[in-house]
């Protein structure tokens, strides 16, 4: 359904620019899809400071679950009732651009006073950038990286994936034989969970693009599908063992936190630390593990953006600019791997999060110099809508994974 309400939003812009004038210009809405308390009080702390330059104007952060936010935000701009900004993932960002309903920032940006843009990482703004436009900024280009519970490790007497990523033994062969030497089911434990927990739904790309990328396969390059290629077909082989053959991996269907240990691994971004807070068992980060292609860092980014159906557009510009300045880039960058230079240079940032040592921060540093973005493309709503059914397919324990594989391509192939 969203692909068709995307194309709608074009029709849509219109209505919604004549509703704007009769809107308050001194509130502001925000969708995101983080529902952390810290993050949340992060982002109204930023929100307050806004209010300082600007009087009596608020910032308020609506929470919309990941695996729904795409299709419930569409459904809000398409509806008439669109947000003034909201958090937008790097694999949609193409396709809001074409539609024309985000905002142009550039000027809005290159005029607020000491925000230097140059600072910007121009990989990190690449997605987000045409011709002379600014669609949005990127507050978190964040490496994919492993969570692993050092007390079962421990306790296994088992050498960490920390130990092995030093000695160069740290691969996707490896986490596979740890996860299935660590799952305990009569202690209800898990080897590995995917990425949140969605990783046969809302985070398949997420789950599967870090270990196809490690065995040497791609999503697609220069218009053509590769995810039937034999590097592809023998990653997902080795994700689909360690759930239907190992019985290490979560299931479909079934729970498995790692945060509340009930898992070993998982894959995460720096982000999830806050959800560690309270935890009673010692855990670790490690880079991801690599593979036949060598070592392959994989980087989720989502941007800030601003809606040019908005009923604020002109404060919206305005408080993007703000949230995205060094200082408040800076704050974020405890949870949020940030695009301005200057700041992932820092000690600063290293030191930015006090529950993550300056060791294990570098290793989100280092993969963001050396990652590639998640894949992308203007239709990606269509891409994905149409491969759910043949992912779906994958998750029996009789699937044939390079016949599905081959007929994802065919069916994606067009849209490339």
């Known amino acids: 359904m969203t692909r068709h309400l995307i194309k709608r939003l074009i029709v849509a812009t219109a209505l919604c620019g004549a509703l704007a004038t009769t809107a308050s210009a001194e509130n502001l809405r925000m969708t995101v899809w983080t529902g952390s308390q810290e993050h949340l009080d992060m982002l109204n702390a930023i929100a307050k400071g806004f209010a300082e330059t600007r009087p009596n104007v608020t910032v308020q952060f609506d929470t919309i679950p ?18 003034d900004l909201g958090w937008l993932l790097e ?19 290159k005029a607020t006073e000491n925000y230097d843009y140059d600072d910007l990482s121009e990989p990190a703004m690449k997605l987000w950038v045409k011709d002379d436009a600014v669609y949005g900024v990127p507050f978190s280009t964040s490496p994919f990286i492993v969570f692993y519970n050092k007390s079962l490790y ?40 995917t990425v949140d927990g969605q990783g046969y739904g809302a985070r398949v790309w997420h789950n599967l693009i870090p270990i196809i990328r490690a065995y040497g396969g791609d999503a697609w390059t ?159 709503p269509q891409i994905e809508a149409q491969a759910r059914p043949d992912f779906d397919a994958l998750w029996s324990k009789d699937a044939d994974v390079p016949a599905i594989m081959t007929k994802l391509c065919k069916d994606i192939q067009p849209l490339l």
């Open 66 to 83: 990941f695996a729904d936010y795409v299709q419930k935000l569409t459904l809000q701009l398409a509806g008439g009732n669109p947000p």
């Open 91 to 109: 694999n949609s960002a193409p396709a809001f651009v074409e539609a024309n309903v985000l905002s142009d920032v550039a000027e809005a940006l």
């Open 154 to 193: 421990e306790a296994a007497d088992l050498e960490t994936p920390t130990e092995r990523a030093a000695d160069g033994s740290w691969t996707w062969e490896q986490l596979k034989s740890d996860a299935a030497a660590l799952r305990d089911s009569k202690a209800g434990v898990w080897g590995y969970e």
């Open 222 to 380: 220069d218009g053509t599908c590769k995810l039937d290629s034999e590097q592809s077909v023998q990653a997902v082989t080795l994700f689909h063992d360690m759930v239907y053959a190992d019985a290490s991996a979560v299931p479909p269907g079934e729970q498995g936190d790692f945060f509340s240990g009930n898992a070993a691994l998982t894959v995460a971004q720096i982000s999830r630390v806050s959800k560690l807070g309270d935890v009673d068992f010692d855990w670790g980060i490690a880079p991801l593990p690599s593979g036949p292609a060598g070592e392959a860092a994989t980087i989720g980014q989502a941007g800030v953006v601003a809606f040019a159906q908005g009923k604020n557009a002109e404060l919206a510009a305005e408080f993007l600019a703000y949230m995205t300045n060094k200082d408040n880039v800076a704050t974020m960058a405890a949870f949020f791997p940030p695009a301005r230079k200057s700041v992932l240079s820092s000690e600063e940032f290293l030191s930015s999060n006090p529950a993550v040592t300056a060791d294990q921060m570098k290793i989100v540093a280092d993969g963001i110099e050396t990652g590639t973005v998640l894949p992308s493309h203007e239709r990606f």
